[in-house]
């Protein structure tokens, strides 16, 4: 499934992100995710359903009924590729180490092998600017914070 989808995914921009397949009460749910840098339409995800329903079917992957469903991953689904914290430098992020550290701030930078993090702590004159560089392998989880000001 994973080959299909990258295979559909050929103009360069869009990416996989992550493939899920569930069964609930004996009916199969086939959860595509995709990203791009410039962020993903509704008409693309509705394009790449379709020509991915027809494949799926041409191959006969799921005998029975099952729903597809192709999105770009929600702002509550954790980062999982260097590109996707590229795509959200700038951003506020809150993340969870491999050691059980938790660290919330803003994302400086990032590439294929680490990030850079700035967290506040404190306030007014006792307010102290902490800048953290953490090894991509060494990070557990990260969501993309939305703050509202």
Request: charged residues 30%.
């Amino acid at each position: 499934i994973i080959s299909l989808v990258e295979s559909q995914l050929s103009d360069g921009l869009h990416y996989l992100v992550e493939v899920k397949i569930e069964e609930k009460a004996g009916k199969k749910k086939l959860q595509i995710l995709i990203d791009s840098d410039q962020g993903v339409s509704i008409d693309y995800c509705a394009s790449l359903s379709r020509a991915l329903s027809e494949a799926l079917e041409a191959k006969e992957y799921f005998g029975d009924a099952y729903l597809l469903e192709v999105s770009s991953p929600g702002v509550d689904e954790p980062l999982s590729m260097p590109r996707q914290y590229v795509k959200n430098i700038g951003r506020h992020v809150e993340l969870e180490t491999l050691d059980g550290r938790k660290l919330e701030g803003k994302l400086l930078a990032a590439d294929e092998t680490s990030i850079q993090l700035e967290e506040e702590k404190g306030k007014g004159k006792k307010k102290e600017i902490i800048q953290h560089f953490l090894l991509m392998k060494d990070i557990k989880s990260t969501i993309v914070k939305l703050i509202f000001k």
